[in-house]
Nanobody, 114 residues
Framework: QVQLMESGGGLVQPGGSLNLSCAIT????????WGWYRQIRGKQREVVAY???????HYADFVKGRFAISRDGAKNTVDLQMNNLNPEDTAVYYC????????WGQGIQVTVSS
């Protein structure tokens, strides 16, 4: 069973940066996609970025040029570097790993506010 734990969230001022990290443990040799999703209060969960086992990446239009996803296979971590944050990025961010099913972390709050 795959377990995921997010870290690195918190409060940041507009224009600031945060790096979210996801530590993945458990059986993970069948994972072929790692991603970050977010849920803004009152809205549905949406994809932010993902990276596939062939290293291809995908970004939502609203984060292109600002966020970067990366994976460290040796450490079994997936990071999301978030730059130039704005208040609209305030949400609970979730890490996901797909091995035929979506495995989710518990989520971590990111608040962008002055």
């Amino acid at each position: 069973q795959v377990q995921l734990m997010e870290s690195g969230g918190g409060l940041v001022q507009p224009g600031g940066s945060l790096n979210l990290s996801c530590a993945i443990t458990g059986t993970n040799d069948k994972i072929y996609l790692w991603g970050w999703y977010r849920q803004i209060r009152g809205k549905q969960r949406e994809v932010v970025a993902y990276i596939r086992s062939d290293t291809a990446t995908h970004y939502a239009d609203f984060v292109k040029g600002r966020f970067a996803i990366s994976r460290d296979g040796a450490k079994n971590t997936v990071d999301l570097q978030m730059n130039n944050l704005n208040p609209e990025d305030t949400a609970v961010y979730y890490c996901a790993a797909v091995d035929g099913r979506f495995n989710w972390g518990q989520g971590i709050q990111v608040t962008v506010s002055s």
